[in-house]
Antibody
Framework: EVQLVESGGGLVQPGGSLRLSCAASGFDSNVYWMSWVRQAPGKGLEWVTSIKHDRSARYYVDSVEGRFTISRDYAENSLYLQMDSLRVDDTAVYYC?????????????????WGRGTLVTVFS | QSALTQPPSASGSPGQSVTISCTGTSIDFGGYNYVSWYQQYPGKAPKLIIYEVNKRPSGVPDRFSGSKSGNTASLTVSGLQAEDEADYYCSSFAGGINLHFGSGTKVTVL
């Protein structure tokens, strides 16, 4: 079955860190750009970050630049998100998503496969 | 705050059509045809139902259709069914590396 499965969410205090994982199965994620998209409780969707299939490019939304790091492991067919200096407004469900199409500048155009998400709660 | 504006809610009876608008600026839509739409059930992951304005992924019923005119994109669900009751989000490439999502519309089947 083609799927993405996230893990690693949890409760953390402001300033803390978490590492999210996303395991791909049923397809080779290593040939795709991959992204993280988040959704705050009761809110809409927000693109967070993307990584190129060969790891030569990574992009972030301004609000997480310098605090979050996206990475991938070819052998594990997995995607990761290291989140440092977490803030209360980072609280959200984080989805791993496959990107079938990007622009020449590396912008993700849409997401055709999503995981079920993992909840990150930053509380003071 | 979302960059693209959608009505908070829309509704229709079974068999009717409902159209959801997604309004942005010229920066959001510009000359691009990179509008997509997602369906999301409560507590579930979003599902891609329209990409590049009016294309449907394999398996998505042709009851779902998309269009764009100027700075407004639209999703129409024809022949409304009970299973179409969900939240719907638009998104659009907005230049550079930016991808904006809409605020979301809850569709209710009466």
């Amino acid at each position: 079955e083609v799927q993405l499965v996230e893990s690693g969410g949890g409760l953390v205090q402001p300033g803390g860190s978490l590492r999210l994982s996303c395991a791909a199965s049923g397809f080779d994620s290593n040939v795709y750009w991959m992204s993280w998209v988040r959704q705050a409780p009761g809110k809409g969707l927000e693109w967070v970050t993307s990584i190129k299939h060969d790891r030569s490019a990574r992009y972030y939304v301004d609000s997480v630049e310098g605090r979050f790091t996206i990475s991938r492991d070819y052998a594990e067919n997995s995607l990761y998100l290291q989140m440092d200096s977490l803030r209360v407004d980072d609280t959200a469900v984080y989805y791993c998503a496959r990107v079938p199409s990007v622009t020449a500048t590396g912008a993700s155009l849409y997401f055709d496969l999503w995981g079920r998400g993992t909840l990150v709660t930053v509380f003071s | 705050q979302s960059a693209l504006t959608q009505p908070p809610s829309a509704s229709g009876s079974p068999g009717q059509s409902v159209t959801i608008s997604c309004t942005g600026t010229s920066i959001d839509f510009g000359g691009y045809n990179y509008v997509s739409w997602y369906q999301q059930y409560p507590g579930k992951a979003p599902k891609l139902i329209i990409y590049e304005v009016n294309k449907r992924p394999s398996g998505v019923p042709d009851r779902f259709s998309g269009s764009k005119s100027g700075n407004t994109a639209s999703l129409t669900v024809s022949g409304l069914q009970a299973e179409d009751e969900a939240d719907y989000y638009c998104s659009s490439f907005a230049g550079g590396i930016n991808l904006h999502f809409g605020s979301g519309t809850k569709v209710t089947v009466l």
